[in-house]
């Protein structure tokens, strides 16, 4: 097969085990316009090495196939030089124990086009902003903070997010420094496994619908969201997202779609 690989890797960042940063620049091509929460595609051929203690692969892959996948694109769309993927390690995964073993300056496939509906174009201007999401969910809400949101004394905005692990919470530093800027930005972050820690969790523990559910937003908001002032983005695991969408319609909020608006937005990536 041709070398398709029309990309390089310019950095790698280990955030945890099984959790890795990447950035990837074109090499002779140009990104083209994009909006945060977006998605773009990344693939490496099945020649391409897994990493040391992936799961064995199940299915025999013809050896010229690229391996293709879409990640939510994590960096400004702001940024012209290179995309940023957040990225969790799948063992049984035919892309991710690939992609793991990259190196900067390996190459890699990367698609010419930027997809996705999961944007802000459907939120109002002077709404507050509610980002709910669990792992590597955090990926286009990042994008969103970095990119297309401005600190706005007007509008809350509140990052709540769940992982097993303290860390397992990825761009925890630059969340709270955001937060520390930033009076109207809130980042409540919460863990599964508390008992698992090195060093003891002093903050919030459970699944972030527990999180939403309690009254930590509405003491750091000074009162509680409503469907008449806030909007909501759902990014994760599909039983959160379940469990958030039957809280948030009990609570008269209703997903939006083309026509029928509503002020729940959702990625479904599994």
Not at 129 to 148: D, H, K, Q, V
Not at 162 to 178: F, T, V
Not at 229 to 258: D, F, R, V, W
Request: glycine share 10%; net charge negative.
């Amino acid at each position: 097969m041709t070398d398709v690989t029309n990309a390089i890797v310019s950095q790698r960042i280990e955030v945890a085990s099984g959790l890795i940063v990447l950035r990837v620049k074109p090499d002779g091509w140009q990104l083209p316009p994009w909006k945060s929460g977006q998605f773009g595609i990344l693939g490496l051929p099945v020649s391409a090495t897994r990493i040391r203690f992936s799961d064995p692969e199940i299915s025999e892959l013809k050896p010229d196939k690229l391996i293709k996948r879409a990640y939510s694109i994590s960096s400004s769309s702001q940024e012209k030089d290179y995309l940023e993927f957040f990225i969790t390690l799948v063992h049984s995964g035919a892309l991710t124990p690939r992609l793991f073993h990259l190196q900067p300056g390996d190459r890699v496939f990367m698609g010419q086009r930027i997809s996705g509906m999961f944007t802000l174009d459907q939120v109002p201007a002077g709404k507050n902003l509610i980002f709910i999401g669990t792992g590597t969910g955090l990926a286009p809400y990042m994008s969103m903070l970095r990119g297309e949101l401005e600190c706005d004394p007007e509008r809350q905005t509140a990052v709540l997010l769940g992982a097993r692990h303290s860390w397992d919470l990825g761009y925890r530093g630059e969340l709270i420094a955001m937060q520390r800027f930033c009076p109207t930005f809130h980042y409540l972050p919460v863990i599964s496994r508390p008992e698992e820690e090195i060093i003891t969790w002093s903050g919030q523990t459970g699944y972030v619908q527990d999180l939403f559910e309690s009254d930590e937003l509405e003491k750091v908001w000074g009162g509680r969201p409503s469907s008449e002032n806030t909007h909501i983005m759902l990014c994760g695991n599909p039983g959160m997202i379940e469990g958030m969408l039957k809280t948030l319609q009990a609570e008269g909020y209703s997903e939006h779609s083309k026509k029928n608006p509503g002020q729940v937005h959702v990625e479904k990536y599994w």
